[in-house]
Structure formats: structure tokens, C-alpha cells
């Protein structure tokens, strides 16, 4: 499974600007850090109020991690 191209594709449905979102795979021993870049004035769409958004997308991800048998994923959300 790539998980690259499925945090791009979710974080793509939710923003305005589809183009500006970049995902980046960096691999540890103990797991996967994805940063997610995205335009400022989406930045509020990712996060959701109180971080709710943010959170369902860890949770989904590192779900998927799991049933794949991958290693635990930290996603990082940032803006440009």
C-alpha cells in the first residue's frame, strides 16, 4: 500500500486548492513520519475545530498502517 498517495488523495478532497498539497515519506527504524504542506487558507479545513479533523485523519491513517502491517505513522500537517 502506498501511503503517500493515500493521504494525498484524502487531503486533496478536502482542500480549495487541490495543486498546493505536497506529501513527503520520511522512514525511521521505529516508523513513518508523512508531512503534509498545504496552502495557509486550507490549513483550518485540516485541522478542524479543536484539532478534531487532524485527529480522524491520524486515526484513519494509522489505521490503515496497521492493517497493513506497517509501522506506526506520525503525520505532521504544516503550511506555505
Do not use: C, P
Request: overall charge negative; cysteine-free; hydrophobic content about 45%.
Amino acid at each position: 500500500m502506498d501511503i503517500v498517495a493515500f493521504v494525498t488523495f484524502l487531503i486533496q478532497n478536502m482542500v480549495s486548492d487541490r495543486d498546493a498539497v505536497r506529501v513527503k515519506q520520511f522512514d525511521d527504524e521505529d516508523f513513518i513520519t508523512i508531512e503534509v504542506l498545504v496552502d495557509k487558507e486550507d490549513m483550518g479545513k485540516i485541522i478542524g475545530k479543536n484539532g478534531a479533523t487532524a485527529n480522524s485523519i491520524r486515526t484513519l491513517i494509522q489505521t490503515v498502517a496497521y492493517v497493513h502491517q506497517m509501522k506506526k505513522v506520525k503525520i505532521n500537517f504544516d503550511s506555505f
